[in-house]
C-alpha cells in the first residue's frame, strides 16, 4: 500500500504543476493523465506493490550537466513567476534527456503568453538542444520571432543566439552575432561590459581551439 500511496502523491502533484502555474490546457492534461495510468497499470504488472519497501542497492541517477543556457539564463532571464517555473521545468526536462518533453511545455507555454521573449528565447534553445546542437532553420526562425517581439532595449534574444552559436562550436558565428549586438548598444548601457567581456572570452576561446588544432612541431 505504501508504494500505491507514494505513487499516487507523485501523479498527483505532476498534475497540479501542469495545470497550476504551467497552466496546460484540458487536451493535455488528459494526455499526461493517460501516461499516468498507463504507468500505473505496468506498476500494477510487473511491480509488486504490496511488498514491504526494503533498501535498494546505491545506483545513481545518470543525469546530463546543465547548459551554458541553463546558467546564463539565471542571469539575463526572467526567473520568477510562470515563465520562471516553465524555464526551470523545461531545463529539468533537458537533464533527464527529455528534450522534445521540454521544446513541448514551452511552446504550450508560448500558446498562452505570445508575447513573452524570455519564453520564445527559451523554446529557441529547446529546439537547439533537440536538434542535437545545430542551428537548423527552426532554431533561427525561433530566435527571429524573439528578436522581432523584444524591445530595443532588450538585447537577450540576440545574446543567447551568440551563445547558442558558441554551443555549437561555430565560433564566427557567435563572434558575428555579438559584435553586431555590441555595436547596436546605446551608451551607458549596462551590457556594453557584459558584451566586452565575453568576446574578450570568446577570443581566449577561439585561440585555444586554434592551438589544439594546429600540428605539433
Do not use: C
Request: net charge negative; glycine share 10%; no cysteine.
Amino acid at each position: 500500500m505504501i508504494g500505491w500511496a507514494i505513487f499516487a502523491i507523485m501523479a498527483f502533484a505532476v498534475l497540479g504543476l501542469l495545470a497550476w502555474p504551467v497552466k496546460l490546457g484540458k487536451p493535455a492534461l488528459m494526455l499526461v493523465a493517460a501516461a499516468l495510468f498507463t504507468a500505473a497499470a505496468g506498476y500494477a504488472w510487473q511491480g509488486e506493490p504490496g511488498l514491504v519497501g526494503a533498501p535498494a542497492a546505491d545506483k545513481p541517477q545518470e543525469m546530463a550537466p546543465d547548459t551554458l543556457f541553463a546558467s546564463e539564463r539565471m542571469r539575463f532571464l526572467n526567473h520568477y513567476g510562470e515563465t520562471g517555473i516553465a524555464l526551470g521545468t523545461a531545463d529539468a526536462f533537458h537533464r533527464f534527456g527529455e528534450d522534445e518533453a521540454s521544446a513541448w511545455l514551452l511552446r504550450n507555454a508560448i500558446v498562452k503568453r505570445p508575447a513573452d521573449v524570455d519564453l520564445r528565447v527559451g523554446y529557441a534553445h529547446a529546439l537547439f538542444v533537440l536538434a542535437r546542437g545545430r542551428m537548423t532553420p527552426a532554431v533561427i526562425l525561433a530566435f527571429d520571432r524573439a528578436d522581432g517581439l523584444a524591445h530595443k532595449d532588450n538585447p537577450a534574444p540576440a545574446y543567447f543566439r551568440g551563445l547558442a552559436y558558441l554551443e555549437a562550436g561555430d565560433f564566427d558565428g557567435a563572434d558575428q552575432t555579438w559584435r553586431a549586438l555590441r555595436a547596436g548598444l546605446p551608451v551607458g548601457s549596462p551590457w556594453i561590459a557584459i558584451m566586452d567581456a565575453r568576446l574578450e572570452l570568446l577570443g581566449l576561446l577561439r585561440q585555444r581551439a586554434a592551438q589544439e588544432d594546429a600540428p605539433p612541431p
